[in-house]
């Protein structure tokens, strides 16, 4: 399980981004966390994403404090348990499907080839995206691309999956497809997944939705509203 204690961040020594943020996910939890632009979601997923060690208060992973880590050891607790989906896919366009898909499993030292082929054999399918192997991001479309950068985060079997807007580049049937196949890690590998969205439909695949709003978190939508 992911708990934060007590997390505020600020910006230039003045601005504060989030204050005294509480929240644990459960293994195996699909959580939602919604807000208005600049209300520091994204702050808050780099933050759990260990992307970002600057701020004040605790982090437990499975309940190992990584307070004060240093980027070298934050890299590979990132590699080792947490895949990435961003908005724009984030994928190299001179690589093929396959060899995005790769990329994780070289910084990982999975050392064959053949071993790396049977891996990435086994998330293309679980994305459904058979036969598009050795096409280029560009002759995809954008749920087609998705799929990739999907693929790509959980190829080295992640705890936890961190998606910033993961639908908000999709129109909205291409979405809905993204959050089934969300839906699916989910419930097939009890993949914990941790998503920002705009979109209550989006979030309505969640289990569970957090709101965020000037840097304060807020476990239900009332209490927002009565604030
Ligand atoms: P959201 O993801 O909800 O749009 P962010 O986490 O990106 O919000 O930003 C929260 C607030 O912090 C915003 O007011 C934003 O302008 C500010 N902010 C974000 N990143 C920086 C930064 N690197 N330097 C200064 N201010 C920042
Ligand atoms: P999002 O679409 O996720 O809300 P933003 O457009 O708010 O992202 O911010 C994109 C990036 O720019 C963020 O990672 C943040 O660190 C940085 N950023 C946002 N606001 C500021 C700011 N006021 N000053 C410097 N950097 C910022």
Redesign the pocket.
Known sequence: MLRVKKVSKV??RK?K??SDIDLDVNDGEFLAIM??????????I?ILGLLDNDYTGDYYLDNQEYKDSDDVSMSHIRGDKIGFVFQNFKLLSNYTVFENIEIPLIYSKTQTITDRQTVINEVIEQVGLQGKENNLPSELSGGQQQRVAIARAIVNNPQIIIA?EPTGALDSKTGHEIMDLFRHLNETFNTTIIM?THDKEVADFAMRTVY?RD?KLYQDQQSVVDK
């Open positions: 910006y230039n601005f981004a989030l807000g208005p632009s600049g209300s520091g979601k994204s702050t808050l780099n910033d920002v965020i840097g």
